[in-house]
């Protein structure tokens, strides 16, 4: 696996095709890696909104006529919260919390990108441990999964840099045909968790 | 219950009420504003609720009842201006601009700024700004901005808050006097000069057939003929400068909001009710911009072809369309010429917020990127990777965002783009243009 560089890093992004924007500053790109600021919107799973995940629930909830459960069950999970810059949101102990990135990233064909936390924010127990791979053709904000797994609380704010995006290159064609050439990520939400293709190995009734 | 003890039990309920806006997120420092001078009304009434133990009066327990029920109205407003119904970084530009326009002495002669909440309200866009405050112990007023819910991420459409906040600031003891003395010598040598100069205008030989059918209507239904009275002069006058106002603003992208908002309400855009004739008839209050355009050259292009054929065509296009006017000489109800010492009366009162345009290569930039599904912002950077911030006019991002959306036919490969996800574009774009300007401020 190839990793880009830094010079290949500004190389691509000069040439148009490689987007993680804004860069506020030039340290912000570092030997093999871009540092990634946290955005305005926070996502936490909401007191009352689900008991538990279960896929049988996801998939019960897919193959639902009813529009009503679908969406309640879709929007009722998260509170959302939207943090101007220099306003704190605390990240407690064992809680996780969807957040974007403040970059727009786009990976080109050949490329992908890997997200980890930056050592630091790690060091304090910030983790982005889950979904890092940022697949070629990705467009949009990129949603930090935010976990802390310290013992104290985390004060964070947006603008803050507390990621990094490393670029791998792809051999061959990397083309999706179920996936659109237009579809922008602005916010985080919430994953699917049951795919049709996982349907046969999930119960239709728990 | 007495009456005195039913005044009390609302002003303990509107306190109540009060904290309970506390329980949400509002900008940071926006809910101690809105609390404190909340209390300080609150206080007053208080007192003068235990004025009227002694003897009441019912007229004064009217006045107070009617007075709890206004503060009530605005924390009802405010407590749904929350953060998270509405594109922020748009609202706190709103906010900043309405504070600007909207700062008058207070009664101590220091000037006061409006306390200006925006909320998502579902009903078309609109400002309610306190005439007057009543309370002795209070000095600020409240603006409260409403957007319709729906349009939460349209910011394309927001520009039409400038005719909104034409009419708050109309309504100002120093912004709104000076404008209004401005617009009263632009505008009084033509058909609105007087009631009868705009009656004589509306019966004009070549007034269209469906106004003329009206005129008959209403003349076969009472027993005198319409007549423009002052009162509806000043609506119009007003309807209009608020126009005027707005393009100055927010530029053609007031336009190009105006035409796609209030155009499709506007079936007989030629005609108007005349039994509530507060507004001018769609037609006149359009061709007046499009003068206005003119006036103003921003009927020209300022892309330059050579540098960028596909976006130069694509401004052409949003220009053409703006400018489009299908509409008889008739609907010309003002001149160049007054319109004109108009737009130099707004300048010389608000000239630090009027919108210049900005240059070819910054307009280029910006629709070059939302043609590569970018947010709209200058971005930049040197062979090193040094970025080349820079300040950016939220405005020219709304500009930018028309001119795309506009003119998406020219673009190859063929954007595919909604109108919501341009909007959403320009909204994060507006988001990230604050990160800049916060990282440029230190």
């Given at each position: ?10 190389a691509?992004?000069?040439?148009g ?12 790109i ?27 629930l996801?998939?019960?909830?897919a ?8 969406i309640?069950?879709?929007?009722q ?38 997200v ?27 949603t ?31 083309t ?5 050439q ?20 999930i119960?239709?009734?728990? | 219950m ?36 909340c209390?300080?009304?609150?206080r ?13 009066q ?8 009617s ?16 953060l ?5 970084p ?45 309370s002795?112990?209070?000095v ?13 991420d ?6 039409i ?14 912004t ?59 609506f ?9 106002f ?6 053609p992208?007031?336009?190009?909001a ?5 155009g ?35 009927h020209?292009?300022i ?16 220009l ?16 160049e ?19 210049h ?7 280029i ?53 909604s ?24």
């Open positions: 696996m190839t990793v880009l560089s830094r010079e290949h890093i500004i691509r992004m000069n040439q095709d490689l987007v993680v924007s804004p860069i506020l500053s030039g340290d912000q570092g030997a093999a890696s871009v540092d990634l600021r946290m955005g305005n919107v926070v996502l936490m799973v909401r007191a009352r909104g689900s008991s538990h995940v279960d896929p049988s996801a998939k019960a909830r193959q639902s006529q009813n529009d009503h459960d679908k309640l069950d879709r929007n999970k998260h509170e959302r919260y939207d943090i101007p810059f220099k306003t704190r949101f605390l990240l407690h102990p064992g809680s996780l919390a969807l957040v974007p990135t403040l970059e727009w990233v786009k990976v080109p064909p050949d490329l992908m990108g890997n980890t936390a930056r050592s630091t924010w790690a060091r304090e127990g910030l983790s982005i441990a889950t979904a890092t791979l940022i697949e070629p053709r990705y467009q949009g904000i990129v930090l999964e935010l976990a802390n797994l310290g013992q104290i609380p985390l004060s964070l704010y947006p603008g803050l840099q507390i990621a990094q995006i490393a670029f791998a290159v792809v051999d061959g064609d990397t999706r045909p179920n996936r659109g237009y579809d922008l990520s602005f916010e985080p939400s919430q994953g699917s968790i049951a795919k049709p293709d996982d349907f046969p190995f119960p239709t009734h728990p | 007495l009456p005195l003890d039913f005044l009390r039990e609302e002003s303990n309920s509107v306190k109540r009420a009060l904290d309970d806006t506390l329980r949400h997120d509002y900008a940071p420092e926006l809910s101690a504003e809105f609390y404190g001078e209390v300080k009304r609150i007053h009434i208080d007192q003068q609720i235990e004025a009227q133990v002694a003897a009441p019912p007229q004064a327990i009217a006045a107070l009842l007075e709890l029920g206004d503060i009530s109205t605005f924390i009802t407003l405010i407590e749904r201006s929350r998270g119904e509405f594109s922020w748009f609202a706190d530009e709103l906010r900043r601009i309405a504070r600007e326009f909207l700062a008058e002495p207070d009664l101590f002669g220091k000037t006061g700024y409006p306390i200006v909440h925006v909320v998502a309200d579902g009903r078309g866009y609109r400002i309610l700004f306190e005439d007057a405050v009543r002795a112990n209070s600020r007023k409240f603006a409260i901005v409403l957007f319709p819910r729906p349009f939460k349209h910011v394309l459409l927001h520009s808050f400038g005719h909104e906040l034409g009419h708050a600031s109309l309504s100002t003891s120093v709104g006097y000076a404008l209004v003395s401005q617009l009263t010598g632009a505008l009084s040598g033509g058909n609105l000069t007087s009631a009868d100069s705009m009656t004589a205008w509306l019966y004009s030989s070549d007034a269209p057939q469906e106004m003329k059918h009206e005129l008959n209507e209403y003349q076969r239904r009472y027993p005198e003929p319409f007549k423009f009275n002052d009162d509806i002069r000043l119009w006058i007003h309807e209009l400068f608020c126009d005027l707005g393009l100055l603003l927010f530029g992208s007031f336009l190009a105006h035409k796609t908002i209030i499709p309400s506007h079936p007989h855009p030629l005609k108007f009710d005349l039994l509530e004739p507060s507004h001018p008839p769609y037609a006149v209050r359009h061709r007046m911009l499009v003068q206005a355009m003119r006036v103003l050259q921003w020209k292009t892309t330059v072809r050579t540098f960028d054929s596909e976006v130069h065509a694509a401004e052409f296009q949003f053409d369309e703006l400018m489009e006017d299908p509409f008889p000489p008739w609907a010309r109800i003002v001149t010429q007054e319109i004109e010492d108009s737009i130099n009366g707004i300048r010389s009162v608000c000239s630090a917020n009027v919108y345009p900005p240059g070819s290569d910054i307009i930039s910006l629709v070059k990127r939302l043609k590569a599904a970018l947010p709209p912002i200058l971005d930049d950077r040197s062979a090193q990777g040094e970025p080349n911030l820079r300040k950016l006019d939220f405005r020219a991002i709304l500009h930018a965002g028309w001119i795309f959306w506009t003119g998406l036919g020219h673009f190859s490969p063929a954007p595919q783009l109108f919501r996800q341009v909007n959403q574009l320009c909204n994060q774009a507006l988001l990230q243009q604050r990160a800049i300007d916060e990282f440029l401020s230190q």
